[in-house]
Structures are given as C-alpha cells and as structure tokens.
C-alpha cells in the first residue's frame, strides 16, 4: 500500500512577515460592510460586528426582520400615512 504524502509549499519563501496588512479597525469595519450586503432593505444597509477586548469576533448581524419572519411577509416601504404598512413597525436595527 502507497503512503500519500502531501507537501506543503509557500508561494513567497520570503524570510519577512507581509507588513501591508489591515490593522484591526479596517478588518472589522470591512466585515461590517459585508454583512450589510445580506440585508434585504432597499433603503438602508446596516452591519455590526461585535468584538472582544481580545480582538475576538463575539457576533455579527446586520438589519432585517425579526427571526422567524419570511422576508415577503412585511412590508419594505416607509408610507407616512399608515403606520401597519411602514417597515420601521417590523425591520429589527
């Protein structure tokens, strides 16, 4: 029986880490842009990103219905005329 081996090789073997990296806010404040795109509201796209003092990602979200909801189910407009069919009654910021 052949024993599979697998190699692992860097693709730059350079002997210094990258220094163009994002720093800490960026990379978390790109993440909440990110999960602003999965909001269905044709208006306003809203994402968070919770982090720890350990630089630890605790949650993200970002606005919508509330869970349990089907997505057609409410209304997206923002009528000033009747409050039932305003989103702000349902969407959860």
């Not at 190699?7 to 073997?13: E, G, L, P, R, T």
Request: proline content about 5%; some cysteine.
């Amino acid at each position: 029986m052949a024993e599979n081996v697998t190699n692992v090789v860097a693709i730059d073997s350079g002997d210094k880490k990258r220094e163009d990296v994002l720093d800490w806010d960026e990379y978390f404040m790109a993440i909440c842009f990110l999960s602003a795109m999965r909001s269905k509201d044709p208006v306003t796209q809203v994402g968070a990103c919770i982090v720890n003092n350990e630089k630890r990602i605790v949650s993200t979200g970002y606005n919508g219905m509330p869970n349990g909801c089907p997505d057609d189910s409410l209304p997206w407009g923002k009528p000033k005329d009747n409050e039932l069919k305003n989103k702000h009654m349902y969407v959860c910021h």
